[in-house]
């Protein structure tokens, strides 16, 4: 892929972008109900693990503090991925193979992959993802440590390569639709499984079930290794195997689509 | 009745016939419990007893929070909501029928065939679970108790249902109905955690509240925590948040059937 054909694209989303921008200020209470839903299911993870820690001192190691800071995290790279690449792609898929609405997005000179599981975004879900840095600057108050400008580099990479990988998930899971038609639970299902498992801190996973989450699933770089890596940094290695991972499952999730949209055939009028 | 009784088998047979949709959400389930077991595995193994509740307790607990939700919830918010808001709710008004009796019948329905479904696999589980992790099996009478306390709690989750449905009546957006329910009972009805974690002020308000019997006060009959002697109490409770919640429901329904305006053909 050329420099032109990036730029090409990212000009195509940012016009994809500002179009929602001004369909969602049209409809503000709308908006506002988003928000309110997004800080509801901070607020629920929050308080989740108040009541916990109300119980005990630490979990797998990792204090309260500790715990928002990678709570934070993780409600960033969760609201990141909902709003960039769940609520209207993803997450509305199944639906529009269905009743075969996505055949005017294939008749567009542009990459399909893109046009359906990328270019529609959900903003309400960046004003969510706000609340978790505020989680971030709580914990670190409360630990009272100075965070490494580098440490923060580090956390930022480890952040953006989760989420190519967890955008790879979502695409490779969702993709099954256009063999299962109605099959509307998938997208939930691809949701569930990376947002679920990256909630905790690695620590909390042993054996089989932690090498599945370096590799197969490999969502422990979405907050936990980030958040490792603000409080006290994480090995290099870290960082070279998040790129190796973003880099497999892109192109494994490019030829899986490839694969799956050949069989779809339209059932529309 | 008849019509209604008819109403029910139509729906019945329209929820049979999305069965994968019911696989999906077993699955959902399934990593749910998977993720919270793992994660209560490393809090037990520093901690013997969290709130009076051993490790295989909440693991069971857990088990059980999905097999209860089948019984108690409902989505009857978001379908009248989307009626009223596609005005689909004009054909139920003008039928001779009573139109709460039909999103009842239709709302039993789809349980039934999800309870058929669902419930005897996630026995299954509970059952399988108790012997790995050699927990005192789920006696039948607790279990049946937990399950006619879940049915009671169904009815009051329709009832909330038709309360939060019926606001459609006054706004456009209906979507954030099953989001609203979703983090209220998280936190409020113990599906997230057992209400015993809760700081006991704290606690004390919530088991007031008429949630805790949706999912939280069933799995305590069931695991054996609570017994007959407790459901008299339990069910007068709950019989005076029916009331108040149906009064309200009922109070919105009327201002909102007054206000609609269907419009097109």
């Keep these: 892929m050329n420099h032109s054909v990036i730029k090409r694209y990212i000009k195509l989303y940012l016009h994809f972008f500002r179009f929602t921008i001004i369909q969602k200020t049209q409809y503000r209470f709308s908006f506002f109900i988003e928000i309110f839903i997004e800080l509801g299911y901070l607020l629920w993870t929050i308080v989740f693990f108040s009541v916990v820690y109300s119980n005990i001192n630490a979990i797998a190691g990792w204090t309260y503090d500790e715990m928002l800071i990678l709570v934070g995290l993780s409600m960033i790279f969760g609201q990141l991925l909902i709003g960039l690449f769940y609520v209207w792609n993803h997450r509305v898929l199944p639906e529009r193979i269905k009743d075969a609405s996505i055949d005017f997005t294939l008749l567009k000179p542009i990459n399909n992959m893109f046009a359906l599981t990328a270019a529609n975004t959900y903003p309400g879900s960046f004003i969510a993802a706000i609340a978790g840095i505020v989680l971030i600057a709580r914990g670190l108050v409360g630990l009272n440590i100075v965070i490494q400008p580098l440490n923060v580099i580090v956390a930022l990479v480890l952040l953006i390569n989760s989420l190519i990988v967890g955008y790879a998930i979502f695409t490779i899971i969702t993709s099954f639709a256009f063999k299962f038609i109605n099959a509307s639970f998938l997208p939930d299902i691809a949701n569930d499984l990376v947002n679920q498992f990256s909630g905790y801190p690695a620590s909390v996973y042993k054996g089989v079930v932690k090498i599945l989450l370096f590799s197969i699933l490999p969502v422990l770089y979405a907050a936990s290794f980030p958040a490792e890596s603000l409080i006290r940094g994480v090995p290099f290695y870290h960082v070279v195997w998040s790129f190796v991972l973003a880099v497999v499952f892109l192109l494994l999730a490019k030829e899986i689509w490839d694969r799956m949209i050949k069989l779809y055939s339209s059932a529309s009028s | ?265």
């Design chain 2, 1 to 265: 009745m008849t019509k209604y009784v008819s109403i029910f088998k139509k729906n019945l047979a329209t929820s049979l016939e999305y069965r994968s949709n019911l696989v999906g959400m077993i699955l959902l389930e399934i990593i749910g419990i998977s993720s919270i077991s793992l994660l209560w595995i490393s809090v037990y193994k520093d901690n013997g007893q969290i709130a009076g509740y051993e490790f295989k307790d909440i693991i069971l607990y857990y088990l059980l929070v999905p097999a209860i939700g089948i019984v108690t919830e409902s989505s009857t918010a978001q379908i009248l909501g989307d009626q009223i808001k596609d005005g689909i709710l004009s054909i139920k008004l003008i039928k001779p029928v009573n139109v709460w009796s039909t999103y009842l019948a239709q709302a039993f329905a789809s349980k039934l065939s999800s309870i058929s479904i669902i419930v005897p696999f996630y026995l299954f589980i509970v059952i399988l679970a108790s012997l790995i992790l050699k927990i005192k099996p789920v006696g039948a009478t607790e279990l049946l108790l937990g399950f006619f306390i879940a049915i009671c709690a169904f009815i009051f989750a329709f009832l909330l249902d038709m309360a939060v449905g019926s606001l459609a009546f006054f706004m456009d957006e209906v979507w954030w109905f099953r989001h609203l329910k979703s983090f209220t009972f998280g936190i409020l009805a113990g599906v997230t955690f057992p209400l015993t974690f809760m700081p006991e002020g704290i606690r004390n308000i919530v088991l007031l509240l008429p949630f805790k019997f949706l999912y939280f006060t069933p799995i305590q009959y069931a695991l054996g925590e609570r017994t007959l002697s407790n459901l008299f109490a339990d069910l007068t409770l709950l019989g005076f948040w029916m009331l108040v919640t149906g009064v309200i429901a009922g109070i919105i329904w009327e201002k909102g059937v007054k206000k609609y305006e269907s419009f097109g053909n």
